[in-house]
């Protein structure tokens, strides 16, 4: 099992548009690509990821949190290019009140329309809940991967979503396979979700 120590969060690496070094990317790439659980902070509490398209790997999350895979869980990425091929389907005005969130800490819920996402990501759900994040960690690991990841938090079903990392730590020890260094963003709350075809705030 992988594992990584916390680096001070007044380094400015941590503040540069890119702040994870060439290995800690190397690292949580390598990870993710062979099928591995990662946690990594967000805009509010730490999250656990994966590649969206390895059943196995997401399998893994949703035992860790004891979380039903009827469920779904919420997709992350660094711009709206990698999402784009849930938008396309869309009408136009539909794609635009998605894009005017991000980004930023807001999830919306698109049709998938074209059952793109996997069942075992979009749940019992049509809808698959995506969020464009401005969170620098977020967006270095979507980039260094090519592709959004799972975005779910870390903390088993009936826990407080850790915000920590040593409540990463408690909750899962070496269970994940890579822990990223880095610090929340300024939110306190978990991200609003947003259903874009009725324009209800779900959460």
Known sequence: ??????IDSDKSSMA????????????????????????YPTEAVWGLGCDPWDPQAVERILELKHRPVEKGVILVASSVDQIRFLLDPLPRSLQAEAERHWPG???CLLPDVEQQVPEWVRG????IAVRVSDHPVVRAL???T????VSTSCNPAGRQP?????????Y?????????????????????IIDIVSGKQLR
Not at 16 to 39: E, K, N
């Open 124 to 127: 019992q759900h049509h809808s």
């Open 142 to 144: 979507c980039e260094t």
């Open 105 to 107: 800490p807001v999830t």
């Open 162 to 170: 850790a915000r920590t990392i040593w409540q990463v730590r408690r």
């Open 16 to 39: 540069a548009s890119h702040p994870l070094s060439d290995w800690q990317l190397h690292c949580a790439r390598r990870t993710v690509f062979h099928g591995g659980v990662i946690a």
């Open 1 to 6: 099992m992988w594992s990584s120590t916390l």
């Open 146 to 149: 090519g592709m959004p990841l």
């Open 172 to 192: 899962f020890g070496n269970q994940l396979d890579w822990i990223v260094p880095g610090s929340l963003g300024g939110n306190r709350k978990p991200s609003r």
